[in-house]
């Protein structure tokens, strides 16, 4: 590995490190913010109270959303079931319910964080159970942040590598830009490896990692262009050019020899 590519392979951990940075920022930001709405006396009513009308718990649900600013709240039964949803329909359904992440929210007192996944977005996810006293969990409330362009757009400014993030080889969130016609070159990419890959002739240091323990499997595809090389056909001839030389050497030496 050249220097110049070193550099690259820097960036694009730097880059790695930055994404694990702000989700963990995400994260810390949810689970204080689950204990506090888990512990939201209205909440906690009619959480327990099956006779309050739906209309009624949304719209108490859609104004704490509101509030906090987040991406989306929702509460479920201990089965699963989901009582309220709002900002994601599609964790209405039963796969939130058989996670890890609202599982180990039931086992847990206290918030626990995890990723979420679907074909249109990622979320930072925060879940915890609502309990009274040592009694069994009567809900389980989930908060959730999308991971989404903005993060990946100041990453790509301060280290410039594009990172793109697919859940189930859908791409949900890009920073890409004049890049983005290399990415179907990344799909088949295996995880936790570098490859240097062409694009309109030019090299580029791709690289594909895998995202936090989601339902769905998410991925996040980096690619840094390497800079001072024109072409890989440039490179190839570069390689060639010490041998030669050395060659054209050899065949003055022995030139001259037989001179002599």
């Known amino acids: 590995m050249t220097a110049l590519e070193k550099s690259e392979v820097e960036s694009v951990e730097m880059a790695s490190k930055l994404l694990g940075s702000r989700v963990a ?17 209205t909440m906690r009513a009619m959480l327990r109270d099956q006779g309050v009308d739906r209309q009624t718990v949304l719209d108490y649900v859609g104004g704490i959303k509101t509030r906090l600013g987040i991406d989306l709240l929702a ?19 039963n796969e939130f319910g058989e996670s890890k992440l609202f599982k180990s929210a039931l086992r847990t007192k206290g918030a626990v964080t995890g990723l979420w996944g679907s074909n249109k977005r990622l979320l930072a996810m925060s879940a915890c159970a609502v309990r009274f006293g040592d009694d069994p969990p009567d809900a389980v409330i989930a908060l959730g942040l999308a991971v989404d362009e903005s993060h990946l757009l100041v990453i790509r400014d301060l280290t410039a590598t594009r990172g793109t993030i697919t859940v189930a080889d859908a791409v949900v969130a890009t920073a890409a830009g004049d890049l983005a016609p290399a990415l179907g070159q990344l799909r088949a990419m295996p995880t936790g490896i570098d490859l240097t ?16 323990d989601a339902v769905l ?29 050395a060659a054209a050497v050899g065949i003055l030496r022995a030139a001259r020899g037989a001179r002599a």
């Open 75 to 93: 509460a479920f039964t201990p089965r699963g079931r989901a009582t309220a949803v709002i900002g994601d329909d599609a964790l209405a359904d």
């Open 197 to 212: 890959i062409a694009h309109a002739g030019a090299p580029i240091l791709a690289r594909a990692e895998g995202l936090g």
């Open 217 to 245: 499997p998410v991925r996040i595809l980096w690619m840094h262009p390497i800079e001072g090389k024109q072409s890989l056909g440039v490179i190839g001839l570069m390689l060639w050019i010490p041998a030669l030389a």
């Open 25 to 41: 920022f995400l994260h810390g930001r949810l689970g204080a913010e689950c204990a506090l709405v888990s512990s939201d006396p």
